[in-house]
């Protein structure tokens, strides 16, 4: 059952479902590829097919029982929480998840493998860390945000999903903080800025991976169906000073105590981007140990300083040549025309 | 194909070639940098040699390469010894030391920041796995804990309990040998008189600390150390005949193991101060 594979993505609306939708595309092994989102997708898509769905996706199990998919790949996590008010990002990570999983696992469901893009948030940051989190240490600390509490949850679940389904390949990523040429993070807009936040008296040691190399990871576990837990980190640390200062930026340091409340008047003019979450990363940083995945035979592309590289030279270009309006909108009547017209004449073996 | 943006200038697209990035600073993994060590030395080197004119004895039973942990006893309300073995082993040897110590030391604004640079790294299990096995460095542990420099100056060199014998358990799964080095001159340079046991609760400390230095300094004396002379014995490593990267291994054998050095090196300490005529002069 190698040929002719089945392939659901979720969140095709957002960054991830839209790479990894392009990616898929061009592998010949994948012959249907649909993707859901709450919005029209972004980015042009040759083959994929598009339904909109409410963000807990409640009508999952029927789109399931209907395509007959055999891999669903979940990159519709938010790992953001300035993205989405806490209530949208409960009902999205934890009600969304639990319904794809249901879905999933219906008697008689075709899903063969289930493949979750979830983040070293999950780790949390705190002072009685290990340098390196193996992935079965669990964190030091209660979570305490919202995005790293429901990642857990969603993480619980799938820990729950695989044990109930042993024939289905669980696949869980915890990629670490992303950056490259064409993410917007809470992180890389403090980069881009002329003053990044950093609380005062602490310089942590930070980990990336570049966009590129998330998206090469998510499909090498899909294309080779690995099952299991790995973490995904570009090679090496670097300390937070040593990150702005490649990226030309200067530190505003932030009162280490009462920090929160320090930042909050910044935050609102609009100065930083300050997330609890990025608050304890910004005192206590992380590591996490990427052997495992490397012995599936991937290894980043990047280092971490590759990645801080990767980004800022799209900024750098960015600021010399302006940001262009998006090339691409999406009109259901033109794709739908492109896709299943008898008129076009579709050559085999693209991509 | 991926162009999400129209862009004017196509980014050409490197496929197969691994991207390092350029590093601007040199902090390791660790935090430790190169550049910060050697401003470190500079400040503190006139310090070990005029000072505390520190005396080593054995040094060539530390390993010129590979992992070794070191164990060492621990005096002096805020201890000079981590400092001295790390700068001496450097200085003698050439090589870096991985000072590990509470993760207390890792929330401190700052000192924090300035320790995780000279060297230090907080004492967890997986990072000591890190440094000895994969790595093949030197890492110091202090296996009395905050319970060594806590001690008031009437309990001078009684070494406390060795932990959980946590340290002897992480050098039979690392396969390295026990280094073990007994310190006397510590204790003498920054000798606790009292502790504010109420104090450090309510400040969230370890332990708070008078001391003589502050008595005569007053809060100068945090930093004004006692010119004690310092006497260092490297005693004979331990291995253990133990197969190496076990999960776990019997709790007796590793308490005995960890009864053993602690023994051994407070009979040298004994030693020492029997020898010992001055606490000034040697």
């Given amino acids: 059952m190698t040929v002719g594979r089945r392939v659901l993505i979720t969140g095709l609306d957002t960054f991830w479902g839209g790479r990894m939708a392009q990616a898929l595309e061009s592998d010949p092994e994948v012959e249907m590829i649909l993707g859901m989102g709450t919005r029209e997708p972004s980015v042009p898509l040759e083959r994929a097919e598009f339904v909109r769905a409410d963000q807990t996706y409640s009508i999952l199990s029927r789109i399931v029982r209907a395509t007959q998919v055999d891999t669903i790949v979940h990159t519709f996590l938010v790992v953001d929480s300035t993205r989405v008010p806490g209530r949208a990002l409960h009902e ?13 696992g219906q008697s008689g469901s075709p899903v063969r493998q289930v493949v979750v893009k979830s983040s070293t948030l999950v780790y949390g940051s705190a002072a009685t860390d290990p340098a390196w989190f193996r992935e079965e240490v669990p964190r030091t600390s209660p979570a305490r945000t919202r995005v790293e509490r429901s990642l857990l949850e969603v993480e619980g679940f799938v820990r729950d999903f695989a044990e109930d389904n042993p024939a289905t390949v669980v696949s869980v990523l915890r990629f670490a903080n992303v950056l490259g040429t064409d993410i917007v993070t809470p992180i890389s807009i403090n980069l881009s800025r002329p003053l990044c936040p950093a609380v005062a008296g602490y310089d942590p040691l930070l980990q990336f991976v570049e966009e590129d190399d998330v998206t090469r990871c998510l499909e090498h576990v899909t294309r080779h169906r690995i099952p299991g837990l790995y973490n995904v980190a570009g090679a090496g640390k670097l300390p937070w000073s040593e ?67 990767s980004f800022i030279r799209a900024v750098r270009l960015r600021r010399s040549v302006g940001d262009a ?18 008129a076009v004449v579709h050559s085999t073996g693209e991509g | 194909m991926r162009a999400e943006r129209a862009a004017l200038v196509p980014l050409p697209r490197m496929e197969d070639a691994a991207i390092p990035g350029h590093r601007r600073s040199d902090v390791d993994e660790w935090g430790r940098s190169d550049h910060a060590r050697e401003v470190a030395r500079r400040i503190f080197g006139p310090l070990y040699d005029k000072w505390f004119r520190v005396e080593w004895e054995g040094l060539e039973k530390i390993p010129r390469h590979g992992g070794a942990l070191l ?33 207390f030391f890792r929330g401190v604004p700052w000192f924090g920041t300035v320790w995780a640079r000279v ?5 967890h299990p997986d990072n000591a796995l890190r440094l000895l096995r994969d790595q093949g460095q030197l890492a110091l542990v202090f296996p009395e804990g905050t319970k060594g420099p806590s001690k008031t100056y009437a309990d001078r060199y009684r070494l406390r309990r060795f932990g959980r014998g ?17 310190v006397v001159g510590a204790e003498e340079s920054m000798p606790i008189l009292f502790r504010l046991p109420g104090l450090a609760k309510l400040i969230g400390v370890p332990y708070v600390p008078v001391t003589a230095n502050m008595l005569l300094f007053g809060p ?5 150390y006692f010119p004690a002379k310092f006497k260092l014995r490297v005693l004979d490593p331990v291995t253990f005949d133990v197969p190496s990267g076990q999960e776990r291994y019997s709790k007796s054998r590793v308490m005995e193991e960890a009864e053993k050095i602690r023994t051994n090196m407070q009979e040298t300490i004994y030693e020492m101060l029997r020898e010992r005529r001055s606490v000034w002069f040697g």
Avoid: W
Avoid at chain 1, 94 to 103: R, W
Avoid at chain 1, 281 to 298: C, H
């Fill in chain 1, 92 to 104: 999205i990570n934890v009600i969304g998840t639990m319904n794809l999983l249901a879905a999933a």
């Fill in chain 1, 243 to 309: 990150v702005a200062a490649i990226c030309g930026t200067r530190l505003l340091p932030i009162s280490p105590l009462a920090t929160h409340s320090a930042a909050a008047p910044l935050v609102r003019l609009g100065l930083i981007e300050f997330p609890p979450e990025l608050e304890s990363l910004l005192r206590y940083g992380r590591g996490v140990d990427t052997s495992r995945i490397g012995k599936t035979g991937f290894s980043c592309r990047y280092t971490s300083a590759g990645a801080v590289e």
């Fill in chain 1, 325 to 342: 309006p998006p090339s691409y909108t999406y009109s259901q009547d033109i794709e739908q025309f492109f896709r299943h017209s008898p």
């Fill in chain 2, 71 to 103: 164990v060492a006893n621990h005096a002096g309300a805020i201890p000079s010894d981590a400092p001295v073995i790390m700068h001496g082993i450097e200085v003698e040897l050439g090589r870096p030391v991985y000072g590990m110590a509470d993760f």
């Fill in chain 2, 119 to 123: 060297g230090g790294v907080p004492a």
């Fill in chain 2, 166 to 182: 946590g340290f002897v358990e992480i050098a039979m799964r690392a396969g390295v040998p026990v280094v073990p080095i007994a």
């Fill in chain 2, 220 to 224: 100068l004396g945090l930093a004004a």
